[in-house]
């Protein structure tokens, strides 16, 4: 009797500590989901500011981007969370994919400024705030993305070919192109959250049939 008792509580303690682990695991499958799908967000409010800089030349949308993307919470910093769960080598492969987007989609970003600074005739020299004046130095100096042919002509022409550019094919397509990465990567966290609720759901089932086949047995051996 003692035996049966025994085998019965190992039994139930083993049960609650894989569920309890798979309930982590679901945990941190679910928040990294939700941060994932937050860069999406993110990114969109960075399309929002570079645009409606490039339109209107209002510095304001100018500063906030940069405030943005180099003060945590931009692109690679949505980046920097996820890699902070430590996932396997599948998602660390896609999370490098995302990672190559955000980059190539601030060039895209980062090239249409500087044909808009040039146009509006914007020099870090008018401005006394040091931090503006840094995000326009970096800006001016950026050479990730080389200036294309043609495109370095002043006036009108030059704010047009900076609206022109982001609302072209190639923006379209690098901004497309993350989302794309994202929705892969949001749908194999949701892929791991579906096995997790399928192994808790067959963890329970084995957890009520074990101990109700021991109590049969053992009902039938004493009566």
């Known amino acids: 009797m003692a035996i049966i008792v025994g085998v019965l509580i190992f039994n139930w303690r083993y049960f609650e500590e894989m569920l309890s682990e798979n309930k982590m695991a679901n945990n941190r499958q679910g928040r990294s989901g939700k941060i994932a799908q937050q860069m999406q967000e993110t990114s969109d409010n960075l399309a929002y500011l570079v645009r409606n800089y490039v339109l209107t030349g209002d510095i304001q949308y100018f500063e906030d981007y940069w405030d943005m993307e180099l003060h945590g919470e931009g692109r690679e910093d949505v980046v920097k969370k996820l ?5 396997d080598n ?3 492969k896609n999370l490098n994919i995302i990672l190559d987007r955000c980059n190539e989609l601030k060039k895209q970003e980062v090239y249409a400024m500087q044909l808009a600074l040039a146009q509006y005739h ?5 401005y006394e705030d040091e931090e503006l004046q840094g995000y326009i130095r970096y800006v001016e100096n950026y050479d990730k993305l080389p200036m294309h042919e043609g495109r370095n002509e002043p006036g009108m022409k030059q704010k047009q070919d900076a609206t022109d550019y982001l609302s072209g094919e190639e923006y379209s397509y690098c901004t497309q192109q993350l989302f794309n990465a994202i929705d892969e990567f949001v749908s194999q966290e ?3 959250l ?7 759901r067959s963890i329970s089932n084995r957890a009520i049939f074990i101990p109700g086949n021991v109590l049969f047995w053992l009902l039938y051996v004493l009566f």
């Open 83 to 87: 890699r902070s769960y430590h996932f």
């Open 190 to 192: 949701q892929n791991k």
């Open 194 to 200: 579906d096995n997790i609720a399928q192994q808790n």
């Open 90 to 92: 599948e998602e660390q």
């Open 122 to 126: 914007v020099h870090a020299i008018d």
